[in-house]
């Protein structure tokens, strides 16, 4: 599904159909677009503010989850959709926490797009929902050319990943809204240069907020929970 699979046409294709190709993943991008600007819309109309966050396997998107649910379930009615290729190991990490949840299984695509959290959308009480957090698939590339109707990008990076990230993947770093570095509890075991990192980042995107964060050990958490609450009250 979605832009993977026109490789193969590119493959086979001769000099014609490769600009037809072209042409084909501007329509495909633009018909996500005109989906996201649906969701976007009812997303507003429901008072529901919602987070796309995105990171490569393992840098800690379900574990900020948690922990922003844990910090402000109190506060705020707060749902989740999670993006996976397979199972549903993240939806009942969240499940456990009781708030609403859905998982979507992508079937083999490497993000989410905009139509699928459109059909995941009438499993939620939107009405009953001030936040709505969308864990993208693991993928530091693709997602960011799929817009869900989200109001804020976030980001999370972790030390293991190595501080040359922002410099690799150029293209996630310049588009999102926020960061976080989680991990940061391991740094004194690693080789990571966090002045490095940051340089990358701000040359990228000066206007990102950033919080390093250990969801492990709470370091941080708190700083990035009072942004996101103020985002929220702002919106
Ligand atoms: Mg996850
Ligand atoms: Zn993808």
């Not at 001769?14 to 072209?22: A, C, E, F, P, S």
């Not at 995105?54 to 800690?60: I, V």
């Not at 150029?170 to 002045?195: Q, R, T």
Request: some cysteine; overall charge negative; hydrophobic content about 45%.
């Amino acid at each position: 599904m979605g832009i993977h699979g026109l490789r193969r046409w590119h493959a086979n294709g001769t000099q014609g159909r490769h600009i037809l190709k072209v042409e084909i993943v501007k329509d495909i991008l633009s018909a996500n677009e005109q989906i996201a600007q649906e969701n976007r819309r009812l997303f507003d109309e429901k008072g529901v503010f919602v987070l796309n966050v995105m990171a490569a396997p393992g840098a800690g998107k379900t574990s900020l989850i948690e922990r922003t649910i844990e910090a402000l379930r109190d506060r705020l009615r707060i749902g989740v959709i999670e993006g996976d290729v397979a199972s549903t190991i993240d939806a009942d990490r969240i499940a456990r926490l009781g708030v609403p949840v859905v998982q979507i299984n992508t079937g083999g695509a490497c993000h989410l797009d905009a139509n699928m959290v459109r059909v995941a959308l009438p499993r939620l009480p939107l009405d009953e929902t001030d936040l709505l957090l969308i864990e993208n698939v693991g993928n530091l590339i693709c997602p960011t050319s799929f817009a869900l109707g989200e109001h804020l990008k976030v980001m999370i990076a972790s030390t293991p990943e190595g501080d040359d990230k922002p410099y690799k993947y150029p293209g996630m770093f310049s588009v999102v809204d926020v960061l976080a570095l989680n991990k940061v509890d391991l740094l004194p075991l690693l080789e990571f240069d966090l002045d490095y990192f940051r340089r990358g980042v701000e040359a990228l995107n000066p206007d990102v907020a950033f919080f390093p964060v250990s969801c492990k050990t709470g370091k941080g958490v708190q700083e990035w929970i009072d942004w996101l609450v103020e985002r929220c009250r702002a919106s």
